[in-house]
């Protein structure tokens, strides 16, 4: 069986992390495996100046692997594609990703809140859905005729994952 990848897109603010928080753990606790993958486009870093790792990349390490008894980060001194890191990922049922709204071929679903005032994010044409607490008129009104659904309800959220 292929690993199942869904994308969420949507402006900041709209409750991406918050929806994908709650799909997680209801697919977690029904013991669907899940990854997540999360684009940040402010940058990330993961070492603290003066810890060992933090030394390493300093000194001029390319790749820094740090390994605990509950956690392994892997750090390469490069931008990596969306493929890349998808290609990484294994012993999952499903790969929820979160941003990367620019790369395509990916099953992609809106999240758009009344309160960010921007409408739905992506080429409307291609989402396969919007999650929203705007109504179907509003979202007919922006231009969006596809299937979408209440931001408040998960379950109907995840049968249509699990659907794709």
């Known amino acids: ?3 199942k990848i869904v994308k969420f897109i949507g402006f900041s603010g709209s409750g991406k992390t918050t929806l ?3 799909i ?3 697919l977690s606790d029904e013991g669907v495996k899940v ?3 999360k684009h940040d486009v402010h940058g990330l870093d993961i070492d603290k100046e003066g810890k060992d790792s933090y030394r390493y ?3 001029g390490a390319k790749v820094s692997v740090v390994s605990s008894p509950d956690m ?3 750090k390469v001194h490069k931008k990596l594609g969306l493929a890349d890191i998808l290609s990484k990922v294994d012993d999952v049922d499903i790969i929820i990703i979160e941003g990367y709204s620019n790369e395509e071929g990916y099953p992609c679903i809106s999240v758009a809140r009344k309160d960010t005032g921007k409408g739905v994010k992506g080429d409307l044409g291609s989402l396969l859905a919007v999650v929203s607490d705007y109504n179907g008129e509003e979202l007919a009104d922006m231009g969006y005729k596809g299937t979408y659904f209440n931001i408040n309800d998960i379950d109907k959220v995840i049968d249509f994952i699990k659907s794709i």
Do not use: D, H, L, P
């Open 20 to 22: 994908i928080e709650k």
């Open 72 to 74: 392994t980060v892997y």
């Open 24 to 26: 997680v753990k209801k």
């Open 1 to 3: 069986m292929s690993i």
């Open 57 to 59: 990349s300093m000194a």
């Open 35 to 37: 990854a997540t993958i």
